[in-house]
């Protein structure tokens, strides 16, 4: 190997890595994004599967994943002396230096394929369902694909196009987690009998929002690093490779990127008269989600239109899956990968340099047959093979957690967990400080009393240390919501409005005996008030005895 080939190596190796480790970044990004569109009693067990879907997913497809891919490649169309043996020990036992890299960057892709079905799912599948998913996804499924496609096999052959996988990765995991959803069925409450569909909106659009802003970051390692060689070396002589068209692939998908973005935006302005943050996101990553397949090959003009089309389709894709197929996909992930995906791999011929270089109606359609089929088959396999996963572990009651469960929300119930655990010590270290007696400190005529209080969350910590300056710091905290003056208001989530009426508060109850209830109440008034309405209410009430469990104690000494 001459000088000048070692070097073009070397700059070719370290340019595939940042790129594979731009990819992993957008994990990050899965993780806000998805955690953000579930309820927040529901976020642990989305950030645990985004966790266990690149962990046990990347160990699958180094095992079986990697060399599947070129097996099934060579059993469809690839040319080439080839052995089972010998693909799988060219992963597992690598004597060319390439292929240290190549399996790490095709595993990125792989783990972005599995990923996206967890959001489609979140809120009622049960984790052991989910991880025997991603091991037979990244094993089998999708290595199979691959096979067909890049690996050399008959779509291949074809004349097939999808540069960095709109279809591939992107297509293929909206379909399968549209047909997971669809098994599995709709959270509690989704739709009524009749079939109307409620919103449940999720807890976070700060969360989304800056984990679209990850995904589209790591997305320049997709597309643009599946530009994956720099220099080539012929004769003596070193070039461009695949970097002839780099800056192409970086135009476009921040083109289309933004043009995502305005066509969603726009539709939801135009539906609903507001611009929905989460349509924004969303579109943002639809219109990135469209120019994956054709980012190497397409006039500029072709793809701020493919983004537009791309991010004005999702409103009304979500709206159809949601309310004619009364599908429950969670955080969108059909209209943002599947037909987002979809529909940039099939208008490649379209927008292809070539078409506009020189225009033939027959070389056009004879593209769109072939881009058709190519979607045709890798649906039919992804979706046929989802059903029979997700459908036997229906049958068999494995698909989804328990009504209890999933009203009690996964955090606690697959993991015993609260992501928010507000109602934590504060300031103290787990040390009690010594003005905190749990024996209050003056007369109360004899008698117990029952202070409850509805509090603004925020408050909290302040009502707490009201309580221990006037001598009594035992409390009981529940989580609730009601409504009394503050009045309701209008919520809306992807477009959909919804009315407010329940606020969130705190419930603080203290029973007292030897200091007076009417202290303990102001003290909280004290501490609680804004001066603004929904600052809740104080009830003083009596309590007619009182026992200590561990003592037995009886009355005040109990209290």
């Known amino acids: 190997m001459s000088d000048l080939e070692v070097i073009a190596q070397g700059i070719n190796l370290l340019w595939v890595l940042i790129a594979t480790f731009l990819i992993f970044f957008m994990h990050a990004g899965f993780a806000m994004l998805e955690a953000g569109q579930v309820r927040s009693k529901n976020v642990a067990n989305q950030l645990t599967k985004n966790l266990l879907t690149w962990s046990v997913g990347v160990m699958t497809f180094f095992l079986v994943g990697a060399a599947l891919s070129s097996i099934v490649g060579h059993l469809t169309g690839a040319t080439g002396a080839w052995s089972v043996v010998g693909e799988f020990a060219a992963i597992l036992a690598p004597t060319d230096i390439n292929t240290w890299v190549d399996w790490l960057f095709g595993a990125v892709f792989a783990m972005t394929a599995a990923t996206i079905v967890s959001g489609a799912v979140a809120g009622r599948c049960k984790l052991r369902t989910y991880v025997g ?23 291949s052959s074809l004349g097939f196009h999808d540069f960095a996988g709109g279809m591939i990765v992107h297509g293929m995991g909206g379909l399968a987690g549209l047909t997971a959803a669809w098994i599995i069925g709709p959270r509690l409450g989704r739709f009524d009998e009749d079939g109307t569909a409620n919103v449940i909106p999720g807890h976070s659009v700060t969360f989304a929002a800056l984990g679209t802003l990850i995904l589209a970051f790591g997305w320049y390692g997709f597309n643009v690093g599946t530009a994956a060689t720099v220099f080539s070396v012929k004769n003596g002589t070193i070039s461009l490779a695949a970097f002839e068209t780099v800056g192409r692939v970086a135009l476009v998908t921040t083109l289309g990127m933004g043009a995502g973005t305005l066509g969603a935006g726009a539709v939801s302005l135009i539906r609903t008269g507001k611009v929905d943050t989460l349509y924004v996101a969303n579109g943002l990553l639809a219109g990135l989600v469209g120019i994956t397949a054709i980012a190497d090959d397409i006039v500029w003009p072709g793809a701020i239109v493919v983004g537009l089309l791309a991010g004005a389709q999702l409103p009304f894709v979500f709206e159809f899956v949601e309310k004619r197929l009364q599908i429950d996909d969670v ?19 379209l927008v292809a340099v070539g078409t506009w270089q020189s225009f033939s109606l027959g070389a056009v359609l004879s593209g769109l047959a072939v881009q058709a089929t190519g979607i045709a088959v890798i649906g039919l396999w992804i979706v046929g093979a989802t059903v029979v996963v997700f459908g036997g572990a229906r049958k068999l009651g494995q698909a989804r957690v328990t009504p209890h469960h999933e009203k009690e929300g996964l955090d606690a119930s697959e993991h015993g967990v609260e992501t928010y655990p507000e109602f934590g010590h504060e300031g103290t270290h787990g040390v009690v400080p010594e003005s905190l007696r749990t024996d209050g400190g003056r007369p109360n005529s004899g008698k117990i009393k029952l202070v409850t209080a509805i509090v603004r969350p925020d408050k909290l910590g302040d009502v707490k240390r009201g309580l221990a300056e006037v001598g009594a710091p035992s409390l009981t905290v529940t989580n609730v919501s009601g409504r009394g003056n503050q009045p309701a208001k209008l919520g809306q989530w992807r477009g959909e409005e919804y009315v407010v009426d329940l606020h969130q508060k705190v419930k603080v109850e203290c029973v007292v005996a030897d200091i007076p209830a009417e202290e303990v109440a102001e003290a909280i008034c004290d501490a609680a008030t804004t001066g603004e309405p929904g600052d809740g209410k104080v009830f003083i009430l009596p309590v007619e005895d009182a026992y200590q469990v561990r003592t037995g104690k009886q009355g005040q000494d109990a209290v």
């Open 133 to 155: 998913y991603t091991i037979l996804l990244a094993g089998v499924f999708y290595p199979v694909v691959v096979g067909f496609t890049w690996a050399g096999g008959f779509l």
């Open 331 to 349: 955080c969108a992930v059909f209209p943002v990968h599947g037909s987002a995906g979809i529909l940039g791999t099939l208008v490649y011929p």
